[in-house]
């Protein structure tokens, strides 16, 4: 059943937004969305922090009572320590719609429980500020212990998030991909109907959930962020309101979502809680417009952007595991695979595809991408998908990907290397001997812009191509474990 006050707050809302879009002149008489601004831009006073540092501690009070609406209760949704993960979906579609739905959860129950119907999430933007702000790193405020500080965290006030995860260089690279599911992560391994089990089944991360989403939150880590239990870190909110502001600013920058209905029509059922308690669906394609939700981050209308063409989504499609689609795929385009490996920290992984499909040496051409793009023809791309990937001791281990180089080890510099491709975090992933086995995460890593370089650099002969897999401990040395990686496959998309 649909809980009467939600129900009424959201048929208003709709009502209000329609009716003065179609009014001329009464746009400008309705209420200014509350605006979800920078942490960085705001003084440790500024009214939409001190809501947010009264509603946690609220939230916390209630939590002793076993409420619902309560920190724990709320961050059940997402996952607790012992079971990890709940109703939370990583690793496919459903991923950036349902945390924009749950975070959502959170500033409308703010705005009610602190009486404050102008409350905004604020939001950590580390691609701009990556060190971790002083609101939440302080162990007091004016002398009282601040309800934002966790104890144990390994970043404190000012640590900095590395480059390699949140710089520049990984923003425009995400920022770049031209469709959604290579953008936020791609449908689940052989979905086919909307049936709610797919909610959480494997598909592909993307670049923006395997690097900066997953390694913030373990190098932030401390007791929660590194978990299923992460949200009960009042960090968590403003860390996925960034991630949520980073799909917007895609959106604006022309990236398209996906007209699919079996993303569009997905139902996430009873999985949040209302204000009064009671629980509420929502639908994925009721997600897509930050202004319907009640919120903005003021940016600009999307301009135009060249959709990818059905070739390229049918071939995605085919890539991530829909069988039926392979024979039609493999006339589009061709991959080529090799598997099992381990990946140990004293013994990378090398994994050499000799004569890469023909369309790769095209597609690492930046002249050829360049006609290409003067033509607003989406140039090929080619792609490493590493599936099934299990860290031996959970989510303390990370992977450096290079490409071509002649010698990696642990120790290899990323930033300003050439032959250094991306950092893939495992978020949530327990260590192989805790407990039960579960399919372990695949990343759909795009190896273009640094073939490119090597291109220009006149260092890439031939149609060799080489993956390396360097572990490395997400925090420290120590963290480092053996990855076993099921499948790495070469694909030009
Ligand atoms: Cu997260």
């Not at 373990?218 to 590194?226: K, N």
């Not at 220009?456 to 031939?462: M, N, V, Y």
Request: with cysteine; proline share 8%.
């Amino acid at each position: 059943m649909v809980p009467r006050r939600v129900f009424l707050q959201t048929s208003l809302a709709c009502g209000v937004a329609s009716f003065a879009a179609t009014v001329p002149g009464l746009r400008a008489l309705a209420q200014p969305l509350p605006r979800r601004r920078s942490l960085h831009e705001m003084a440790l006073d500024d009214p939409d922090l001190e809501a947010w540092r009264d509603f946690v501690e609220q939230m916390q009070a209630s939590s002793r009572e076993g409420q619902p609406v309560s920190w724990l209760g709320f961050a059940e949704v997402h996952g607790n320590l012992e079971q990890g993960f709940n109703l939370c979906p990583h690793g496919n579609w459903y991923f950036l719609p349902w945390h924009r739905s749950y975070i959502r959860m959170y500033e409308v129950t703010c705005r009610e429980l602190i009486a404050k119907s102008d409350f905004a999430l604020p939001f950590w933007d580390w691609t701009a500020h990556p060190d971790f702000p002083a609101a939440f790193g302080d162990p007091t405020y004016r002398g009282r212990p601040n309800p934002l500080y966790v104890e144990g965290r390994n970043t404190q006030t000012g640590a900095a998030i590395p480059k390699r995860n949140t710089g520049e260089t990984v923003m425009e690279r995400i920022y770049d991909l031209p469709t959604f599911e290579e953008f936020g992560s791609t449908r689940a391994t052989g979905q086919t109907d909307v049936d709610a089990k797919w909610i959480k089944a494997h598909g592909v991360k993307g670049e923006l959930e395997y690097n900066p989403h997953d390694n913030v939150h373990c190098i932030v880590a401390g007791p929660f962020m590194c978990s299923g239990a992460s949200a009960r870190d009042p960090i968590f909110q403003m860390h996925h309101c960034n991630i949520d502001r980073i799909w917007a600013e895609w959106n604006a920058r022309g990236g398209e979502d996906s007209t699919d209905s079996l993303w569009r029509d997905m139902t996430f059922a009873d999985n949040f809680i209302a204000p009064d308690g009671t629980t509420y669906s929502t639908v994925v394609r009721d997600l897509l417009v930050p202004e319907d939700l009640g919120y903005t981050y003021g940016l600009e209308k999307p301009r135009g952007r060249v959709v990818a063409d059905p070739g390229r989504m049918l071939f995605l499609r085919s890539l991530v595991g829909s069988p039926s689609l392979m024979a039609e795929a493999q006339a589009i385009d061709a991959t080529v695979e090799a598997g099992p490996i381990t990946a140990r920290p004293g013994d990378p992984a090398s994994v050499s595809f000799r004569a890469a499909p023909l369309g790769a040496a095209k597609a690492a051409d930046p002249q050829i991408a360049n006609t290409l793009q003067a033509a607003d023809i989406e140039p090929k791309r080619v792609y490493a998908v590493l599936r099934n990937m299990r860290p031996r001791l959970g989510s303390e281990t990370g992977l450096h990907v290079f490409v071509n180089a002649p010698d990696v080890t642990a120790a290899t510099p990323v930033d300003d290397n050439p032959n250094y491709v991306t950092s893939i975090g495992f978020f949530g992933a327990r260590p192989i001997d805790d407990g039960p086995v579960h399919a372990g995460s695949a990343a759909l890593v795009d190896l273009t812009p640094a073939l490119r370089r090597l291109s220009e650099a006149g260092r890439l002969d031939g149609d060799d191509i080489t993956v390396q897999l360097v572990p490395v401990g997400v925090r420290n040395e120590t963290g480092a474990g053996d990855v076993g990686i099921a499948e790495v496959e070469l694909a030009v998309l």
